[in-house]
């Protein structure tokens, strides 16, 4: 497994933008599928998107599609999510997951290794 810390969440008004960053620990960072999930309370956590350990492979929920972007750096053990045009609705808290197959998955049950969640706040 790998420990996750996620940062980058923050109070903003629609239609900005925010970059969340999740730093991993552990040396097989560069091999596992990473996701960001989002949830609000008294909702299932939400898939927002994915992406393949090559870094080329991407998968995005419908509700962020064109709008959010995920990308990584494995040298830094490092996922992002670039969020634009941010919406009222994209409040949540953000969670950073990994996963140790090369196949992208969208629920959480698929992802083993979790960071502590990072709080987005988009007033209208």
């Known amino acids: 497994q790998v420990q996750l810390v996620e940062s980058g969440g923050g109070l903003v008004q629609a239609g900005d933008s925010l970059r969340l960053s999740c730093a991993a620990s552990?040396?097989?960072?560069?091999?596992?599928?990473m996701g960001w999930f989002r949830q609000v309370p008294g909702k299932e956590r939400e898939f927002v998107a994915a992406?393949?350990?090559?870094?080329?492979?991407?998968y995005y929920a419908d509700s962020v599609k064109g709008r959010f972007t995920i990308s990584r750096d494995n040298a830094k053990n490092t996922v992002y999510l670039q969020m634009n045009s941010l919406k009222p609705e994209d409040t949540a808290v953000y969670y950073c997951?990994?996963?140790?197959?090369?196949?992208?998955?969208?629920?959480?049950?698929?992802?083993?290794?979790w960071g502590q969640g990072t709080q987005v706040t988009v007033s209208s």
């Open positions: 997951a990994a996963r140790d197959r090369s196949n992208l998955a969208v629920i959480p049950a698929a992802f083993s290794s």
């Open positions: 992406i393949r350990a090559n870094g080329i492979i991407t």
């Open positions: 552990g040396r097989t960072f560069s091999s596992y599928v």
